[in-house]
């Protein structure tokens, strides 16, 4: 018998913690329609004495446990809110002091931040900058769509304030991100936001964001939905802003979504592959060739990103921010304890284990495994619960793809291990070319 070792590093097992930590908890200084963490204030019960900042122990017994419970060349912390930036710089200042404190020798540490933008200005930027922070930017494309619902307490829209933001990310050279929420608006503009993303912001790297939420977000976890209330997939109380709509009306729509990716992915390849990062496109390239999706959504199994609430809380992921889904505090169990806890490994497992036939006999299985379980709240056409609200849009998208993604990858000298064009399907159908004419 062989045992097979894993990876290791340092002569041990390698071992790697992801957690979206929440310092300053569902606070924030604007108030986008869609979001979806500011209800936490009141499912956490913030109001009963729960202080929305982390305090200094919280802080430290966090970064601490963090890189103690990692085995890796580089460790990656993320901050995310709310609006973090609302801390102020001398917080972050902090952090970094702290992770020098506990850097082990010869191991990289390295902070991500997602924001808002707004309250970015020139000291911030010098200091993301200096400490080589990957910044994410929340930006919905150009300023009626983002104003339409990114909005400040007033009801104002805040483009001019994040394309102050991008300027100085670009001045400061500072490496971010633009995170792009696609919504009942955006998702109707696809060329739009993408040339705005592309020509406008020039984001070095675009993430789109389906936006999907029932009507009882704020107060349901998922996975606590009945199965007998699901409604079958193509049902119309299906469609946001439909009279009856199950879900909030500022969502995507299922084929909406597959259309706002198949309008940008033709663009991409035609003119920006190899110069304009989507990752998405980027992802769905690395299924085609059979390797794992780097994306929790898209991959077969998930459960490694925690969510750490400012008390020192543990959730399962930040989209299971509710009571049912908390796995511990920091104060009394040590973070790598959580994190392969039994429970959580059930979560994760629980994305494989729950999908239904109708992803169990698709074509595109394996670059898509279901998408999120927060997503799989309908049913499929013969009545089983749990399919992915998404699912005709990720179908359509993915139909879509497959020749192109055949087309990129033999351009490009790799292998094609999946869809109706790869190399088993060639070697199957040698002789019939025309089958596999992979030019688009
Ligand atoms: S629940 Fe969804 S977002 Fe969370 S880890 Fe799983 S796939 Fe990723
Ligand atoms: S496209 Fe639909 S059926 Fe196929 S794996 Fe994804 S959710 Fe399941």
Same mark, same amino acid.
């Given at each position: 018998?062989?045992? $097979? ?10 071992? +790697? ?11 924030c ?46 460790i ?40 808002n933008?707004?309250?970015l200005?020139? &000291? ?12 994410g ?17 007033? #009801?104002?829209g ?8 991008? &300027?100085?990310?670009?001045k ?16 109707? %503009?696809?060329?739009?936001?993408? +040339?705005?993303? !592309?020509?406008? =912001? ?34 119309? !109380?299906?469609i946001?802003?439909?009279? %009856? ?9 299922d ?15 035609q003119?920006?592959? #190899?110069k ?12 085609w060739?059979? !390797? ?7 991959? &077969? ?12 809380d ?38 494989? +284990? ?6 169990q006999?698709?074509d ?8 999120c ?10 009545g ?9 849009g990720?179908?359509? *998208? ?36 025309? =089958? *596999?004419? $992979?030019?688009?």
């Amino acid at each position: 018998m062989h045992i $097979t070792q894993g990876p290791q590093y340092n002569g041990k097992a390698s071992k +790697r913690l992801h957690v979206m930590a929440k310092p300053i908890g569902a606070v924030c200084n604007i108030d986008c329609t869609y979001c979806y963490y500011l209800s936490k204030q009141d499912l956490l019960e913030y109001k009963q004495g729960c202080s929305p900042v982390m305090d200094d122990d919280t802080l430290e017994t966090y970064i601490r446990q963090y890189i103690e419970g990692q085995n890796t060349p580089e460790i990656i912390f993320s901050w995310q809110g709310g609006e973090p930036t609302m801390l102020g710089l001398d917080y972050f200042k902090k952090i970094v002091e702290f992770q020098s404190k506990y850097q082990p020798q010869g191991i990289i540490i390295s902070n991500d931040l997602q924001t808002n933008g707004t309250l970015l200005n020139d &000291e911030w930027c010098a200091f993301l900058k200096q400490h080589n922070f990957l910044v994410g930017l929340s930006i919905d494309g150009p300023e009626m769509l983002h104003n339409a619902h990114r909005t400040n307490r007033a #009801g104002r829209g805040t483009f001019n304030q994040v394309m102050k933001a991008v &300027e100085l990310l670009h001045k400061h050279q500072v490496k971010f991100a633009t995170l792009t929420c696609v919504n009942n608006l955006t998702s109707r %503009n696809p060329l739009e936001v993408y +040339r705005f993303l !592309r020509d406008e =912001v020039r984001s070095p790297q675009m993430q789109f964001i389906p936006i999907v939420e029932q009507k009882t977000f704020r107060t349901t976890a998922p996975q606590t939905w009945q199965p007998q209330e699901q409604l079958k997939q193509g049902d119309k !109380r299906l469609i946001p802003g439909h009279k %009856n709509s199950i879900v909030e009306s500022w969502c995507v729509a299922d084929e909406a979504w597959g259309n706002f990716l198949i309008e940008i992915f033709d663009e991409w390849i035609q003119n920006d592959i #190899g110069k304009v990062f989507v990752q998405y496109f980027e992802a769905s390239i690395e299924a085609w060739m059979g !390797r794992k999706n780097p994306l929790c959504t898209l991959g &077969e199994i998930c459960g490694k990103g925690l969510a750490m609430e400012p008390n020192g809380d543990v959730y399962s992921c930040d989209h299971y921010v509710y009571p049912e889904y908390k796995i511990g505090n920091i104060h009394h169990q040590k973070l790598d304890t959580l994190a392969y806890s039994t429970e959580q490994q059930k979560f994760g497992f629980a994305k494989k +284990r729950t999908l239904p036939r109708q992803c169990q006999s698709c074509d595109y299985q394996f670059a898509c495994y279901g998408e999120c379980p927060k997503n799989r709240f309908i049913r499929t056409q013969e009545g089983e619960p749990g399919l992915n609200y998404l699912c005709a849009g990720w179908k359509k *998208f993915f139909s879509h793809a497959d020749k192109a993604m055949a087309y990129i990858l033999r351009a490009t000298g790799n292998p094609v291990a999946h869809g109706k064009y790869s190399d088993a399907m060639l070697r199957d159908h040698l002789g019939k070319p025309s =089958v *596999f004419e $992979t030019k688009f």
